[in-house]
C-alpha cells in the first residue's frame, strides 16, 4: 500500500476529497490498498479518482527482468459490476488501456514483492482510456523522466496520478445496449522528492482532445507543468500541504466561478508554467 512517511523525516499523505466527490466515490472515498499502491475509485465514472504510490530510486531493479504480460483483470477488492473491463472500454476504438500507477514503477527493492506488485498494477481499477498518441508519447515523457530521475539521484518519491473528469467527456460504446463508457478529458500527476532539507512537489497536466483529432495537428501536443492548485481546481481534490511546496505556487489564478466547459476544458496560462518538452524543462525549484 502506499506509504505517506516513505521519504524520510517527512510525511506526504494522500489528497482529502470533496463532500460531493465522496459521494460518488467507492466506500466514500475510503482507499482501496494493494501491495506497493492505493486507490480511490468512483462508482460513478468506474474509473479511479486518484491513485497513489512510492519510488525508491536506491533499489530500482533493472528494467527487462520482469517480462509483461499485459494480465490485465478486475480488481478483486472493487465490485466488478463498477469496473471498466475489457469488453466494455477498450475494443475497436482508439483508446489504450492505460495505466495510472506504472508497472515500472513497482519495480524497486525485492523482486518478489516488485512482480506481485508489477501484476497488480494490471487490475483494471488501475487502467483508464488513453489516446493511444497520448499513452506513447507526452504522458510516457513524464513516468520516464521520474523513474530516470529517481534512479539518477537515489531519491525515493511519493506520486499520485489521476484522470481529470468533465460533464462534457466523450461516450464510447462498443456493444447495442452496453452502457456507455465516459473518456476522461485529461490526466494528470503530482510528484513529491526531497529537496536538500525540504520537500519539493511538482504538478503535470495533458489533455486527450490534443490528440484526439482525425486531422494531423499542426502542432507537437505538450504536457504542461502546472500548478498543483491548477489540479485541485479541476478535480475537487485537496492536496494540503503539497501547493505550499510548489515551485509554480505564485502563479496567476484560474477564473473562479466557471464551470470546465466555460473555460473549454483547459486552464488559462500560468504564470511561470513549464511546457515539457524534454526532462530538462521541469521545474522543480
Known amino acids: 500500500m502506499y506509504d505517506p512517511k516513505f521519504i524520510p523525516g517527512f510525511e506526504v499523505p494522500m489528497p482529502q476529497l470533496s463532500e460531493s466527490l465522496k459521494a460518488r466515490a467507492f466506500q466514500n472515498g475510503e482507499p482501496v490498498h494493494h501491495a506497493r499502491f492505493s486507490i480511490i475509485f468512483s462508482r460513478e465514472r468506474h474509473f479511479a479518482i486518484a491513485t497513489a504510490h512510492n519510488i525508491d530510486g536506491e533499489t530500482l531493479i533493472p528494467e527487462g527482468v520482469f517480462k509483461r504480460k499485459d494480465s490485465f483483470k478486475n480488481d478483486p477488492d472493487i465490485p466488478a459490476e463498477i469496473q471498466v473491463d475489457n469488453n466494455r472500454g477498450y475494443r475497436k476504438n482508439p483508446w489504450d488501456r492505460g495505466h495510472l500507477v506504472r508497472r515500472r514503477a513497482m519495480h524497486w527493492g525485492d523482486q518478489t514483492e516488485a512482480f506481485a506488485a508489477d501484476q497488480e498494477s494490471f487490475y483494471y481499477s488501475n487502467i483508464t482510456p488513453q489516446h493511444k498518441r497520448l499513452h506513447h508519447s507526452a504522458w510516457g515523457k513524464i513516468e520516464d523522466w521520474m523513474m530516470d530521475f529517481a534512479d539518477a539521484h537515489k531519491k525515493r518519491a511519493c506520486v499520485f496520478t489521476g484522470p481529470v473528469f468533465s460533464d462534457s467527456d466523450p461516450k464510447v460504446v462498443n456493444l447495442p445496449g452496453e452502457k456507455p463508457v465516459r473518456i476522461p478529458a485529461g490526466f494528470w500527476k503530482v510528484l513529491t522528492i526531497s529537496h536538500g532539507l525540504d520537500l519539493r512537489a511538482a504538478g503535470f497536466l495533458v489533455w486527450q482532445r490534443d490528440f484526439d483529432n482525425p486531422k494531423p495537428l499542426g502542432f507537437q501536443p505538450f504536457l504542461e507543468q502546472v500548478r498543483i492548485t491548477t489540479i485541485e481546481y479541476l478535480t475537487g481534490l ?48
Open 238 to 285: 485537496n492536496f494540503g500541504e503539497l501547493r505550499n511546496l510548489d515551485p509554480l505556487r505564485y502563479g496567476i489564478e484560474l477564473a473562479e466561478g466557471k464551470s470546465l466547459d466555460e473555460q473549454t476544458i483547459a486552464p488559462k496560462p500560468i504564470k511561470r508554467a513549464a511546457v515539457v518538452t524534454s526532462p530538462f524543462d521541469i521545474f522543480m525549484g
